[in-house]
């Protein structure tokens, strides 16, 4: 077995929220926006009206799971979890995506852009969040020259 293949990697978030968000309107608002903006969409196999939406995210392996509770997850506004792209560019397009749905939605919340400068990096992030209890911040990590994401 090699290292890369010893070392745990995240595969999902699971998630509890309100039945209304897994069921009817709310869960064709939710399907739409995270299939027009990341990509996503539901595992037919793993959707039960009122209870269950797993969303794929680009693999069978990687997924949000969101469950229907009577105590659904709320989250303070610092609470998120982290998407990455390769590059800035990649990082507008799904910013610019996010920015059209809510011209049309205004239950979309998005950050100011960011482009943070750590002399062997520069961060580039934004937040968005619509209808989950938690926001995604999607990054992306432009190394400077001679560095990268494995180099200490």
């Not at 509770?69 to 610019?96: M, R, Y």
């Not at 400068?117 to 190394?143: A, G, N």
Request: net charge negative; hydrophobic share 40%.
């Amino acid at each position: 077995m090699s290292a890369a293949e010893s070392i745990p990697r995240f595969n999902h978030v699971a998630l509890s929220v309100s039945r209304e968000l897994v069921s009817g309107k709310g869960a064709e608002d939710l399907l739409r926006f995270y299939d027009e903006v990341f990509g996503w969409g539901a595992m037919p196999t793993m959707v039960k009206e009122g209870e269950l939406i797993v969303l794929r995210v680009h693999s069978n392996e990687q997924f949000v799971y969101l469950h229907a509770s009577d105590e659904p997850l709320t989250c303070p506004v610092g609470d998120h979890f982290g998407l990455q792209v390769q590059t800035p560019d990649a990082l507008d397009a799904v910013l610019d995506r996010a920015r059209k749905f809510a011209e049309q939605d205004d239950r979309v919340e998005i950050s100011e852009r960011k482009a943070e400068d750590f002399k062997v990096l520069t961060l580039h992030s934004v937040y968005i969040r619509y209808l989950l209890p938690m926001r995604i911040e999607l990054q992306c990590f432009d190394w400077a020259k001679g560095f990268d994401a494995f180099r200490t």
